[in-house]
């Protein structure tokens, strides 16, 4: 069969291809694999090449990597990621393969390439890069937490080695009462796609901390879709640091589907040279009382560009939501760019919602009042970008993720020095 | 004037007045005092008719007439007055312009003619000045940017041009010094007469020494538990409510 | 009387509760047939007597529309409108134009005085010689249907050099100003409804504002949909040469009607180095009934090039009327120190559905941009906020503020706000606020407290909501929006 295969195609064809040589070879439902490659044939990548744009990609366009040619996913040798501070349990994809020998799972994980799940919030006929990951997603972490259980921290990490395309699809389910921090790294090397569909499910009084730091290669796309479902008196509270990639974005899908529930989507972008870097949310509050907290902040360098898309739906019964959003960009050079749409949805008349976002450089003022005492310029500019930060970082509570967020930006703060 | 009967009422279930018997005569000022939590402002609430308040017995009759159950405006226009302890801010709306449409709509309801905008002023200007009122409070916009003691001041005002039946002054003293203390007493006491009767629930003797009550009350965890004379404030003063609450109990 | 105490009676004298401008005037009509085609913008420019560079124009933004789709984007829902089953001309039929009033119908005077055009203005239409009208004058051009049938105090303007007169006139009688800057703000490609006005737009008004002339009147047009089955597609063109000064004022209403009517407007306006136009308008089109029926669709293009330094264009708005609003009155910042402005004050009930907001385009260094939106969703409408804030590479130093603000009444409409804001300058500042909410209880009760009626209080709560808006009107048009605000609001309470 593989005999006469034909010369690998870049892009959508590239992927489509790719596909049509697997049917059958893939785990699980193959009706639903079918569905989503029509649905990705008939979208193909946002961007990637002329034709209508969709307003949800609106600042965000493929081209580039409608251009690359992936070969198969290998199994590369590479060193094992450090071992996080107080986190016993530990997974590792490597090219979006489990691995096997450098994790130390807990005792609720499951893989997909052996129990393939792909759970049922997420919306491969509207989002291309879902149809994407439905259609090519090999394997990938299941998280079961059983109720009233502490699932205490789990460390999700994802290696890519380029250049190659992995398509993981995890899926977290915290039952009633349980709770779990999950700390999700994305490093890698080269030029690979990394693209994770993700869905997590908060049970009732259920509480999940999802720390998620991107430094993916700066050759790389990591392009991540995460659906969420919290249900009454749930907590989602996640932080999502986006360092790395050629072009990322990171998209979530918030719903508060229980009276009470809550959701905090935090984030913050440090972005240089020519990154691309879009953080989307959609926040749907569906059932009343419930509260939704967003703090973006992009630090803005170089040529880079940052994008940020927020959107807070309240739906005709969630009556007596708290909906809250701000949106903050410094922008450190003359070339660099901030794109931002927030909006508000809504539907129900008892209800408090706002945005906020300001774009604009840092404060001469306080740059020269700290000059004046004796910090040096660059200094002194580092001190403000990290004030302007803390807000956004101080919301991590746990001391062992938050040093290791702060340590990735030192670490973008000296390559900006450098 | 006022015959409260038997009044229970709730907040979100939760019962806060627990049968309340109270008359006050024509012409009299009548104190409420209590602790914290006694369900002082609720029982203005509930006479003012604030919708979140749920009355489960009793009745308010305030001249003949069955005040529960009335549209607050009518309340209002019937002779109600209910001084906020917390007076609430309307933003761009100006004080003039608000008190002007409180004053006509009022008199509206009484059978008297409507002021115009100059007739309004001129009234208003006057008060201000009685009340020693710096004269931009009306160009302003409702409570919004007041000190403490200027949103009580236009309280004041307000109970001033409105001349309503019945005060109910909700702690009107709270956050006052002395000389503003004196002004709102004085403002009282100005409308006092025949027709004219007022509920003032406070905390401290203070006002009551500028506002001489005939009758005071003692309200507890929802009910009246003690009332008297004038001397009655004086003697909580010195000795606090516990030994009354106590006793009561 | 004053003229403000005029308009105020005008409005207050309607007291019963729905549309109060739904009257329908009997005037014979000059109709085209129905449909569009190239021979109906011939027969438009010719009836207009234009030159031929005009009707060239016209068949090429004609050529541009037939390959345009129509916009999807907007948060607007609406059956299909059949382009060709619309009159594009309709005219009262004129005996010899309508110059001296007495040719005026008086079917259309008596229009005017139910509309509410302050009696000095129809005084001045009944033949009052203009210079014996002492106290603040204000000019009015008014626009029936397709064409201009009066414009007031031509002569007293002449005087300072300003010109104020239809659209159609202007084309005759200044070619030159006309070509020179129609289109140039808005082309003629710019959107589908643009390109529509472009091929078949029938009148408007024209401004012309001479170098260091502050223009000594308010200018003001008057806007009524009356003939059935029409489109409306007015044309406005204002120009402020340096140093020029206007206040421009815009009402429209339309009769009550079961079916949908268009309005597709094109407002372009010109600021030169330390030029300031001010625009406001009260949009008050037939909203449709309480079921939905009938109602103006209204599609309109407005946007202002500041082309000089220091010029200032400002918008301010009061949308109370149509069953659609997509309107986006918009400002080019191109001049250094430019300012952009624009107050808008969006009320929809019913079925109404509005889609309105602005676009800052920041190019000029340190030019300055101020957007304050007031939203009130009430009933079943929906009401939504628009926006788009851009900072080019060049805007060094660039300010924009953004304040947008939603009041929800009852529990069936919605309220939404999608501003768009991009960046480009490092020393360009970008504030934006967005806040969402109902009218607290604790604010209604207070009011009602003093004995104010519940209607009492929304309005006067919700014309607070909307000062910051209001105080930008000049007096009075700021009256009789409040009093509009009200009867909109009628009967959403309780």
New interface residues.
């Given amino acids: 069969m593989n005999a006469v295969s034909p010369p690998p195609r870049p892009g959508a064809a590239g992927f489509l291809a790719r596909y049509e040589s697997l049917i059958g070879a893939l785990p699980g439902d193959s009706a639903l694999r079918a569905a989503a490659a029509a649905a990705f044939r008939a979208a193909g990548l946002p961007g990637g090449g002329p034709g209508r744009r969709i307003?949800a990609w609106k600042y965000t366009a493929l081209r580039p990597l409608a251009d690359m040619l992936f070969a198969p996913a290998q199994a590369p040798d590479i060193a094992e990621p450090p071992t996080l501070a107080g986190a016993a349990a530990k997974v590792v994809f490597v090219n979006g393969a489990y691995r096997a020998a450098m994790s130390a799972p807990p005792a609720f994980f499951a893989r997909f390439a052996d129990r393939p799940d792909f759970g049922t919030l997420s919306w491969p006929d509207r989002e291309p890069m879902t149809a994407l990951n439905t259609m090519l997603a090999a394997d990938g972490m299941t998280l079961d937490i059983p109720a009233n259980t502490d699932g205490g921290t789990v460390h999700l990490a994802s290696i890519g080695v380029g250049p190659t395309a992995f398509h993981p699809r995890h899926l977290v389910r915290l039952a009633p009462g349980a709770s779990l921090t999950l700390l999700e790294t994305a490093n890698g090397t080269g030029p690979y796609l990394h693209n994770p569909v993700t869905e997590i499910h908060v049970g009732a009084g259920a509480r999940l901390i999802h720390v998620r730091l991107q430094n993916e290669d700066i050759a790389a796309f990591g392009l991540s879709t995460l659906y969420a479902d919290i249900a009454e008196h749930g907590t989602y509270d996640s932080f999502s640091l986006n360092l790395g990639g050629r072009i990322a974005r990171a998209e979530i899908r918030a719903t508060l589907s229980g009276p009470h529930a809550t959701a905090h989507l935090n984030a913050a972008q440090l972005l240089t040279g020519t990154q691309h870097s879009d953080f989307t949310t959609v926040v749907r509050h569906a059932e009343p009382h419930g509260a939704s907290r967003q703090t973006v902040k992009n630090v803005l360098a170089g040529q880079s560009r940052g994008v940020f898309q927020g959107r807070i739906e309240v739906a005709?019964d969630a009556?007596k939501t708290d909906g809250y959003q701000m949106n903050q960009?410094l922008?450190?050079?003359?070339d660099?760019?901030?794109?931002?749409?927030?909006?508000?949805?809504?539907?129900?008349?008892?209800?408090?919602?706002?945005?906020?976002?300001?774009?604009?450089?840092l404060d001469a003022d306080q740059i020269f009042y700290l000059r004046s005492r004796g910090v040096p310029a660059a200094e002194a500019r580092a001190i403000l970008v990290r004030a302007f930060l803390t807000e956004a970082i101080d919301a991590v509570a746990d001391d062992a993720i938050r040093a290791l967020l702060e340590a990735g930006i030192a670490g973008w703060w000296d390559n900006q020095a450098a | 004037m006022l015959n409260i009967r038997g009044l229970a009422a709730s907040i979100d279930d939760k019962p806060i007045l627990k049968g309340i018997d109270l008359i006050v005569p024509p012409g009299e000022v009548h104190a409420v005092m209590g602790p914290n939590g006694a369900g002082k402002s609720t029982l203005g609430y509930v006479l003012a008719g604030r919708e979140d308040y749920v009355v489960t017995a009793g009745s308010a009759v305030f001249n003949g007439t069955e005040l529960l159950g009335m549209d607050p405006e009518a309340r209002a226009a019937a002779g109600v007055f209910l001084a906020f302890q917390a007076p609430i801010e309307l933003p761009g709306v100006n004080n003039a312009n608000f008190l002007r449409t409180a004053l006509n709509a009022i008199r509206r309801s009484r059978g008297e003619g409507e002021l115009d905008a100059v007739q309004f002023l001129k009234l208003a200007r006057a008060e201000t000045k009685r009340l020693a009122m710096p004269d931009d409070m009306l160009k302003r916009n409702v409570n919004v940017g007041f000190s403490g003691g200027e949103k009580k001041r236009n309280e004041v005002l307000q109970m001033a041009l409105l001349r309503p039946k019945l005060a109910i002054l909700d702690e009107t003293d709270s956050g006052l010094d002395i000389d503003a203390l004196k002004i709102v007493a004085d403002g009282v006491n100005a409308l006092r007469g025949p027709d004219f009767s007022a509920l003032v629930i406070t905390h401290h003797q203070r006002l009551l020494d500028h506002l001489v009550p005939n009758r005071v009350h003692v309200l507890s965890a929802g009910r009246i538990v003690r009332s008297g004379g004038p001397e009655l404030a004086r003697e909580l003063e010195k000795s606090g409510y516990a030994g009354i609450v106590a006793e009561a109990a | 009387m004053s003229v403000a105490a005029e308009t105020l009676d005008a409005v207050q004298s309607v007291t019963e509760s729905g549309y109060k401008w739904g009257f329908e005037t009997n005037i014979e009509m000059d109709l085209a047939p129905k449909g569009l085609n190239e021979d109906i913008i011939r027969l438009i420019s010719e009836r207009k007597e234009e030159p031929s560079w005009m009707l060239d124009w016209r068949l090429k933004a004609y050529a541009a529309w037939l390959k345009m789709e129509e916009p999807e984007w907007a948060r607007v829902d609406h059956p299909p409108i059949d382009y060709q089953d619309l009159h594009y001309y309709a005219a009262p039929k004129k005996k010899n134009g309508p110059k001296s009033l007495d040719e005026v119908d008086p079917e259309l005077l008596k229009m005017y005085e139910k509309l509410g055009i302050p009696l000095k203005e129809r005084a001045i239409l009944a033949g009052v010689d203009p210079d014996e009208v002492e106290e603040r004058q204000i000019a009015v051009d008014a626009v029936f249907d397709s064409v201009s049938v009066a414009t007031t105090f031509q002569e007293t303007l002449k005087k300072s050099g300003v010109i104020f007169c239809p659209i159609s006139e202007a084309v005759r009688n200044h070619p030159d100003l006309v070509k020179q800057y129609i289109g140039s703000v808005v082309p003629i490609g710019d959107n589908y409804f643009a390109a529509l006005n472009s091929a078949v737009f029938t009148d408007g008004s024209f401004v012309y504002i001479p170098k260091g002339v502050r223009c000594p009147m308010e200018l003001s047009t008057y806007f009524r949909i009356n003939a059935r089955n029409t489109g409306q597609f007015e044309r406005t063109l204002i120009i402020a040469e340096a140093g020029a000064h206007v206040s421009y004022l815009e009402g429209c209403t339309a009769p009550q009607r079961d079916e949908n009517q268009l309005h597709a407007a094109v407002v372009e306006l010109v600021a030169m180095d330390d030029a300031s136009i001010k625009y406001s308008t009260v949009q008050n089109w037939y909203p449709g009934d309480a079921d939905g029926k009938g109602g103006i669709y209204n599609f309109v293009t407005k946007r202002g090039a500041c082309r000089g330094a220091r010029s200032k264009i400002s918008w301010t708005q009061v949308e109370t009327g149509s069953a659609i609003t997509w309107k986006y009155p918009s400002c080019v910042l191109l001049g250094e120190d430019s300012v952009g402005e624009f107050y808008s004050v969006a009320v929809t009930t019913n079925h109404q559905q509005a889609d309105t907001g602005t676009k800052m385009i920041h190019i000029g260094k340190g030019s300055r941009s101020t957007v304050v939106s007031k939203g009130i969703s009430a009933g079943r409408s929906n009401n939504t906020y628009r926006g788009l804030v851009r900072m080019a590479k060049t805007a060094d130093n660039a300010r924009n503020f953004t304040q947008c603000d939603s009041l929800l009444i009852g529990a069936a409409c919605g309220a939404h706000t999608v501003p768009y804001i991009e960046s480009r300058n490092p020393t360009a500042k970008v504030e934006h606020e967005a806040t969402t909410s109902k009218i607290a209880e604790d604010q209604l009760f207070y009011c009602r407290q003093r004995g104010l009626s519940e209607e009492d209080a929304v309005n006067l709560i919700v014309n607070g909501f909307c000062k910051d808006v209001l105080k930008e009107l000049p007096m009075e048009f700021a009256v009789e929006a409040q009093k509009l605000l009200a009867v909109s609001l009628e009967g959403s309470v309780g």
């Fill in positions: 307003e005709r009556q960009a922008l450190l050079s003359p660099a760019e901030m794109d931002c749409k927030p909006e508000l949805e809504i539907f129900a008349d008892d209800v408090k919602c706002s945005h906020g976002a300001t774009i604009g450089a």
